[in-house]
């Protein structure tokens, strides 16, 4: 879908931005989730960290799926990006780049949940774990920037 104003506009409505701004707000809060769940404290309780960690990837990877399938589909935000600036065809290359690395990191981190979770294994998940939360805060500040370049517009969720 084409956004209903040109790009560089202060106003714009548009259903694939509304949609952008819903799922931007769910990834934050699982992101928060995940977190708050490594935060905990796992000594002692590692089997039960593990599955509050475990519960938390599972968002992330529910929300980042839906991230992807918003952005990439046909007539989805970035090939609307595409159409309205060619200057920012790199920008959106890199962030379509970056899914694929995300949806990795995603997948060995809910393999690094899926047994049972002993004490040893807590400091390897707590590791994989930030770096995902870096790159996945990272990639929605790019994202953000694309689009206010794009559009001239705040799609909201700071970080």
């Known amino acids: 879908m084409q956004p ?4 560089h506009s202060t106003e714009i409505n548009s259903p694939e931005l509304d949609a952008v701004r819903l799922r931007r707000a769910e990834l934050r809060e699982a992101l928060d989730g995940l977190e708050r769940a490594l935060a905990a404290p796992a000594a002692g309780r ?3 960290w593990g599955k509050s960690v475990q519960a938390a990837v599972g968002e992330i990877a529910d ?3 839906t991230h992807v399938s918003l952005t990439e589909a046909p007539g989805g935000l970035h090939q609307s990006i595409r159409a309205a600036s060619f200057r920012l065809i790199h920008a959106v290359d890199t962030l379509t780049a970056e899914h694929g690395e995300i949806a990795a990191e995603v997948a060995d981190l809910v393999a690094l ?3 049972d979770i002993t004490g040893a ?5 707590r590791d994989s774990a930030t770096r995902l939360l870096g790159h996945i805060i990272k ?3 790019r994202g953000a920037d694309l689009v206010y370049e794009a559009y001239s ?3 909201g969720g700071a970080d």
């Open 153 to 155: 517009l705040d799609i």
């Open 4 to 7: 209903t104003v040109p790009a």
């Open 139 to 141: 990639h929605r500040q």
């Open 46 to 48: 590692a089997g039960d």
């Open 63 to 65: 929300d980042w799926q």
């Open 113 to 115: 949940t899926g047994d």
């Open 121 to 125: 294994d807590v400091e390897g998940i």
